[in-house]
């Protein structure tokens, strides 16, 4: 595990469809890959994302990034995501007190050999 400090979690909410040229925009500014959830996923009774309203046609876009590339990730966030446009979305950060990043975070974890077929709670 790697220790990291000023680092920044980003949200970036845009209409579906600007995602693709963000991430491309943003992608050697930040810190491992986007997750991208979509407004089309949240259920109707789950009625958003962290008191975030999510339509049908919004996208949300969380990265990771160093407080020294924060002000580029939102400014191209801001541009390519349409964001200064009426209905365009929104994006911020928070700041993490603390990070623990693995070594080979782009390693995909294989499953071992001796696990259980069926994972049991401990109370059963």
Do not use: W
Request: charged share 25%; glycine share 8%; proline share 5%.
């Amino acid at each position: 595990m790697t220790f990291k400090e000023n680092m920044h979690l980003v949200f970036i909410t845009i209409q579906k469809g600007f995602s693709a040229a963000v991430i491309d925009g943003i992608g050697n500014k930040i810190v491992g890959k986007c997750q991208i959830i979509r407004g089309s996923n949240i259920t109707p009774d789950q009625k958003g994302f962290m008191g975030i309203a999510l339509k049908e046609e919004n996208e949300v876009l969380i990265c990771i990034s160093n407080s020294l590339n924060l002000d580029d990730v939102l400014k191209i966030a801001i541009e390519k995501g349409n964001i200064n446009s009426p209905m365009g979305g929104m994006c911020f950060s928070l700041p993490l007190d603390r990070m623990y990043v693995a070594d080979m975070y782009d390693e995909i974890v294989k499953e071992p050999k001796n696990a259980p077929a069926e994972l049991q709670h401990p109370d059963e």
